[in-house]
């Protein structure tokens, strides 16, 4: 409608799929995108109907994604799409970022980013070279507490960090499903080496990293295969070390029935502690050791600007999930138009796949402690 | 973009308001509407500037109402405005949605309808009169749980119902607030014959209503001003009766201190009983006899469908207050295209201004009960 | 077993009835009490048998409590008992209290403290006139949290208080129950004249003005009875005023299916507020304007001594009902030992049955606002 | 007082420490123990003072443990103490419980039995030898509703069991502590091959073997002594397989600042799970896959006779740790007046010393799975 929104094409999210309408929610939130183009589904008829239901030009309703970025690419700079969202199963995450930026657009991408570490790291160097922002879906560094919780730790609020306990669990997968969503999950050639792990546990790991400000560092993991007939882990717990000698334990699991996304890490220092809920992301717990423990709450104006500004209702309005995601879109938007790094970029995304990969070695070779190398 | 969606005009919401950017977030939400005109400010200069960054066509950013009205009454039906929403202190609420109803405009307006019960019947006889949709945003009736609490009350499963706790209870003013918010609120001119009760209480009261399904008949009230110098109740409690002998308490208070937005309800019947809250609005619980208590939760498979239906997201990804308010806006939207009710209209907008009416009695009147009489 | 235990005799409690032993619990839990002596029941055999039961001397297991104060009396002061523990429903308290003192005996009585506020006041002289000491079991006033937001809110730390919302419900008596406990309650020979209100609304009242420090002047109470046949209230609600422009509501309620034993009070003042809920009673949440609430917690160091003396075990090792109950014991044996007054004493005794006859009289005057007289 | 009390003699618990006054205030409880002797100290002087504040006989106060079992057994029968509580530092366990069976006395022993496995085994032939009553006090197993969790999981209410988290984790021990309690944990001549673990990491096997019913056959372990100067490890977390294909994970740590005393589990089997936290232990959350959570709670109707029996007080009336306490000695007083076993007796006693030897063997060897052999 105006030229000051940016303007966004979509590879996967035709019907039938969750993830494409999360995306389309969130980055319509805000009113500084516009969804222009699509390549909804590698099935004509649907691609075109999803476009349809949209409000899409038909003529930009793809049902191949290397056809729309020649076609997008050919259109004049004012009316072609600004960048690509990539809503597909994982095996097709790297060649559609590749043939995108390659093509001239900026990608945000669902995660993980690619389907291994070879390609994570790839994709890195397509990155560097193309000059385009990338950004992962990391979605729960897009909830203004978790920003709060690392800014505590930079500034030494709870003294050295010496233990993580971080973890994400869910029971949707606790017997099996016979649906699209956990069809391409427990399948290696689409999901890649780990199911749970990395579905879900690479989420656990980045807000690790993010909220610590540091780098795990090795593993000693043990996957499981709950549910009989499936070809990958449906849970999986871990111990890990991160540098400056944090410890820590990371669990997830799909496979613990009742829970919906329970995603949470607390963090302990020398001098106080931190606990975060996904669930109840609006509050972040904050414990000293002679002091009583505080509630710290979302959209207060005691929180630094930084978080403050990420909500978008007063205290007591709680904003959840789509806000987050909505989040990762606007920091995503802002990075293009200020030529600034986005906070879930390339560098988590590769530290992702290492991990997966460091997981499975791990679980492997007797849970023996394994180096994540990325 | 497309035809399709529902064309919005917006009176009010220019900078420095609150709720006007609540309702662009919401109504922009779900894709079904477009923001095409506005009177966004008296003051033409943040109309147009307001207009400018929501990137509408500066010759439809208006300075005046009734110029809005008569210009876009007079555009082509294909791109007119299809209702006005309005979003200014509530003097305005009534003299705007007379003009929009009478330019043949559909209106969603914020809580309270009007500024007295009078007005409110007016208002209610000018909706008839029109054949247009008239919507109130009583925001909370969006959290889907809301409506399973409704359901299950309807369908007798806590048995007849007997006692009602209902409050909300903010501390945003519980000392004295210098800035546009706080100024109309305790403004009689601009808010009528309460403050706090007519500001939140009302919520309370439509809540009440809402889950019982039953009208609240009687009030014994007591209002305070609790901050010197304010012209208008800053907090209150009443007892209730409501049809079929239920008895209840409603307060309202925005003295509370370190009180967010906490608004909520509990309800016993015969055989059970049910408790929300809006700051954590994804579960509800229901209490048994004999039997542990239950905890709701948003999103689940085994919800009915029109709850399930409300939910943009899986269990466990929680949805807040923009995702009820944006349900309020597509229940508008719906009724429309489909030419039948709204849950939020003018039948409970004339009950919340008799309700206001009557505390305020009551109150004068040394809590004497007095009917509620709409 | 050593003479620097009191030694005490109890009238109530044989087998069957539930008070009578949590008496018992609490009495012997920390080591300063003995029981020596009882009148369990009117019926000798049943007053036999629960003596035998607690390893009692036969020769001192009274089937009259007359008895009971006549033969103990004659004893040398060395072995005969130290006081007397009231465990009758309500109308045989001020009769056995009444001999008790009379006799000699200090005293320590189930509250409420009489059938009625005359009967309060005649005891009152009566207690006056002995030299002996009379505490009642307002047990919530054992929790030593209790305490800390008493001592909060007199030192002026969340500044003067406006607004005090105190509530007791229950759910037991939601259908016709048809036990010892139900019977008397529901009696109004025997329990006075209110049931709900009597019994456990007294406490709320009890707790409002400990908490604050002070009096409740008025109320305007509607009081009900539910469940058919019923001769007094089983549910009520009242808007209250206290002394210093304090306004509050209080709700008690024996039909709110499903709760089991919910006392909470929360309290607002200028600056700050307090919450504190029985049923997780080891913490306290204070509310600020302007920063995180926080969470005290029980035995915790910061507290300030008094608190922290009040607690058995270390922080998070969960102290309880028992516990608070003992606390009133230790109260009660150590105002003995010392010569002080008890924190439980005849003062609050008086204004409960002030506070009920006020409650009474309004709701039987359409609610009318009604003094506390006392 | 009466000779159907069991007579109970103490070893440790002299004035300055802890957990005597916990054993004492539980043993006292329910009036079915009277301590009659103690060993309170091995400086006689602090032996005698706690003994004369108790109120026992003086000639019954030993300075030594050795002399207060030969003294004792040459007493009469009906006034000789029955068994004997052993409340001291770890190392002196196993001395005092094979003097006290030799010499025919009933043994409750603090936990753990003993400094190690070799010893704990050693403990066992004794105890079998003796024809006496040991018991452990796994205080945790005390609360009714963890007697519940395990009971639902042997009935099959969740299935097949597949992944444990069970946790224990305080913050006292955050800093180096200079006082009673910590010195004799943190010094391995008093405490044995572990700190944290063997204090309190012991509970958590402990529980996830009595919840489960199966035991834990492996660990993969990493311990840690965050606070430097410390000779045992003050935190630790371990992967852990069980019978069963039963996979989980294990953390205890005494640095995680702001937490008190939050021991918890959570079990997930095929079609259901259940969690329990300590500190709020009057509830046990059931999840299903596909219906509402469910609260069960402490003391009510619903719950199974053996559960029910373990309150003192109705619903609503929180029951704490002392209570938990008091039923595992009442657990043991039964054990020895019904000569039955007890819940908490020598078999878990040997399994947790395996358990901690194995977790310190298993941390030793770069968290190789090490087999837990007993």
């Not at 999360?22 to 999803?50: C, K, M, Y």
């Not at 749970?196 to 690790?208: K, P, R, S, V």
């Not at 993010?210 to 780098?215: F, S």
């Not at 200020?338 to 991990?355: L, Y």
Request: a negative charge.
């Amino acid at each position: 409608m105006t030229s000051s929104k940016l303007k966004m094409g979509m590879v996967g999210g035709g019907q039938g799929a969750f993830i494409g309408d999360v995306h389309r929610l969130s980055a319509r939130l805000d009113g500084q995108i516009e969804l222009v183009a699509g390549a909804f589904s590698r099935d004509a008829e649907n691609s075109a109907s999803t476009g349809r239901l949209l409000g899409l030009d038909p003529s930009r309703c793809y049902a191949d994604f290397e056809q729309m970025m020649m076609a997008e690419a050919a259109l004049p700079v004012e009316s072609r799409m600004d960048f690509v969202a990539i809503v597909t199963p994982n095996h097709m995450h790297f060649p559609v970022a590749k043939a995108a930026l390659e093509a001239g657009f900026h990608v945000l991408s669902d995660k993980p980013a690619t389907l291994n570490l070879a390609e994570a790291i790839a994709l890195r160097d397509i990155v560097e070279g193309s000059g385009k922002r990338f950004a992962l879906t990391h979605t729960y560094l897009g909830y203004p507490l978790v920003g709060v919780a690392r800014d505590l730790v930079a500034r030494g609020e709870i003294g050295r960090v010496r233990k993580v306990f971080v973890e994400y669990i869910q029971g949707w997968l606790a017997s099996e499903v016979d649906n699209k969503q956990a069809a391409w999950r427990s399948d290696p050639a689409r999901s890649g080496p780990s199911g749970c792990m990395g579905d879900i546990g690479t989420h656990a790991h980045n807000l690790a990293e993010y909220v610590t400000g540091k780098q795990m560092t090795h593993v000693a993991a043990d996957l499981s295969v709950f549910v009989p007939g499936r070809a990958l882990d449906d849970d999986g717990s871990a111990l890990f070390r991160m540098e400056d000698g944090i410890k820590g334990v990371l669990s997830a699991s799909q496979v613990c029935v009742g829970k919906e996304n329970s995603l949470s890490i607390r963090v302990y220092g020398e001098t106080g502690g931190l606990e975060w809920h996904q669930e109840e992301p609006n509050t972040l717990l904050r414990t000293y050791a002679d002091r009583p423990a505080e509630i710290i709450r979302s959209a207060q104006g005691y929180l630094p600007a930084f978080a403050a500004d990420g909500y978008r209702t007063p205290p007591g309005h709680p904003e959840g999930y789509l806000e987050a995601f909505a989040n990762v879109y606007l920091d995503f938007v802002q990075s293009i138009q200020e030529g600034r790094d986005v906070a879930t970029g390339m560098a988590g995304a590769v530290r992702g796949m290492a991990f997966v990969e460091a997981l499975v070695a791990s679980s492997n070779n007797d849970s023996a402690w394994t180096e994540i190398d990325a």
